[in-house]
């Protein structure tokens, strides 16, 4: 997966400044993350909607108000409804790798052009649906738009950054994430309202309006620097760009050192062979690990299915929807905060605090499910507000820990040489973990029941003991310095610092 050199110099400090043009080329390129955001937001929206399910998922609405047996936790198991959600990340997964190609080949703003496009065709044919396969059809299309746009994006915004600013502009694409899903939940309690049964439809359509502005925005946006230089020799038209970026004429340290990364990254010929060696064993295993804890952190039951959640625990489709606005204001707020803290407070003690918070909410939820809520009835509504609350406290927690930064420290470990085949696992394994969570969340709520919350914060404890013991500080070091944090390091020092003593062992 194509990535941006992003070298600093003379202490990690270049010339310039955030200028009007900057912050601008970011707003507009941030408008993917809102167009995932929205997605997100969406899908769990309409598939609560009883004109939805009776219209393309009828077995799963007839369970839901005809069948008085079946357990709370089982009502919305359906293979073919969780498809409609997941379809989505297996999409983008592919997707992301041909994006790769193309914004190696062609630049960050024909693959964003392409995404926005992909996006708004995904739209357009979700809310004109007829049939179950229109939907899912359209789901793979807005899969392929998200593959695009995530692929393309952080790498746009990263490129275009000032490096001192980088961490809280990354943030942003997170932030980005959360003001579309918000925007999905407050249209769904809207749109939820409709007489007639079509309110799903302008859910799903008004995807449209933000991938329509992405998609004229790009043909507005400039190119970065990095990559006029990485597909031309003409390096004049880089340097004009590199100033107009920075504010200043003076750029020339960090011209210098864009063309060097460049020129050192076209001698790597396979990335992906390089990052098995044993010295970067420790950049392995964060590529693998960081994103597969984001997934199983249990954001996912309140990201895709929170209205249905709510809706299973007794409240009405109105209410659940209203449930989710809150989670989803609770959510922004606390990226927003993160963005501001990031750089000061660093990235272990956001890890290591909102784990904790993480934990201790999802334990109490899963107490109160567990003695308050059957398979049959619901909860009282001091006990569904309780819940709300806590949930509220769960995503605040993921918010300025595992959501941005789980996305930002994969994106600095990297020495040049593997930082393509770093991003590549990276965006990889989110994906595919992605896709597994949301395939299998209905059918595991269904036997888990309230032990679904357990469960996830199991997978908690895990991350955050992972967190404490294997993950080094990264606040303010220079990404070419970065090898010094595993050479310090209490453990990752002995994988590290041998292979500097003995050469022989480097692909062990």
């Known amino acids: 997966m194509a990535v941006g050199i992003a070298v600093t110099s003379h202490g990690g400090h270049y010339n310039g400044r955030i200028t009007l043009f900057v912050v601008l080329s970011c707003m507009m390129a941030g408008m993917g993350g809102v167009i995932f955001g929205y997605d997100i937001g969406i899908s769990g929206g309409v598939t609560s909607m009883d004109s939805f399910l009776k219209k393309f998922f009828p077995e799963v609405y007839k369970r839901m108000k005809e069948d008085t047996k079946i357990s709370n936790y089982c009502k919305f198991d359906s293979q073919l409804l969780t498809s409609f959600t997941s379809s989505l990340y297996i999409a983008g ?3 992301s790798f041909v994006a790769s190609w193309i914004t190696k080949k062609f630049g960050r703003k024909p693959t964003i052009l392409a995404g926005g496009a992909a996006f708004l065709i995904g739209s357009a044919l979700g809310g004109a649906a007829f049939n179950v396969y229109m939907v899912i059809l359209g789901r793979i299309l807005l899969g392929v738009g998200v593959g695009f746009a995530n692929q393309a994006v952080p790498l746009y915004l990263s490129e275009m950054a000032p490096p001192r600013y980088r961490g809280a502009i990354n943030n942003g694409f997170q ?4 003001v579309g899903a918000l925007s999905a939940n407050l249209i769904n309690f809207g749109t939820e309202k409709i007489k007639g049964g079509w309110g799903w439809r302008v859910s799903l359509a008004l995807a449209a309006v933000p991938a329509s502005i992405l998609t004229l925005g790009a043909l507005f946006l400039p190119e970065t620097p990095n990559s006029l230089i ?13 100033q107009r970026v920075r504010g200043t ?6 011209l210098d050192d864009l063309v060097k990364a460049s020129s050192l990254a076209k001698t790597i010929n396979d990335p992906f062979k390089k990052i098995l060696q044993r010295k970067y064993r420790p950049q392995l295993v964060m590529a ?4 597969f804890f984001q997934q199983v952190t249990g954001i996912n039951v309140i990201a895709f299915y929170a209205p249905v959640l709510f809706r299973a625990i007794g409240l009405g489709v109105s209410a659940s929807l209203l449930s989710a606005v809150v989670t989803g204001v609770v959510g922004m707020a606390s990226t927003f905060i993160s963005m501001l803290i990031v750089d000061k407070l660093g990235r272990r003690v956001l890890f290591l605090v909102g784990g904790i918070q993480m934990l201790v909410s999802q334990i109490m939820v899963g ?31 993921f918010g300025w820990s595992w959501g941005p930064l789980g996305w930002l420290v994969p994106s600095e470990i990297f020495p040049l040489e593997i930082r393509s085949a770093g991003q590549s696992i990276t965006v990889a394994v989110s994906f595919i973990f ?3 969570v949301a395939q299998t969340f209905l059918s595991m709520l269904c036997h888990f029941k309230s032990g679904i919350f357990f469960f996830f914060g199991g997978w908690v404890v895990l991350m955050t003991a992972f967190v404490y013991y294997l993950l080094p500080e990264t606040k303010s070091i220079p990404i070419e310095q970065m090898d010094r944090v595993w050479k310090e390091h209490w453990f990752w020092k002995r994988i590290v610092v041998e292979k500097l003593s003995n050469p022989k062992m480097e692909t062990a």
């Open 93 to 95: 997964l592919v997707a």
């Open 175 to 178: 932030f980005s994430i959360g």
């Open 230 to 242: 990485q597909r031309s020799k003409d390096y004049g038209k880089a340097e004009l760009m590199l």
């Open 249 to 254: 004429n003076d750029v020339q340290a960090e």
């Open 288 to 291: 693998i690990a960081i994103p």
């Open 367 to 397: 107490g109160i499910l567990a003695a308050e809520l059957g398979d049959h009835g619901g909860v009282s509504k001091v006990y569904a507000f309780l819940v709300l609350l806590l949930i509220c406290v769960y995503v605040a927690g």
């Open 434 to 436: 992605t896709f597994i």
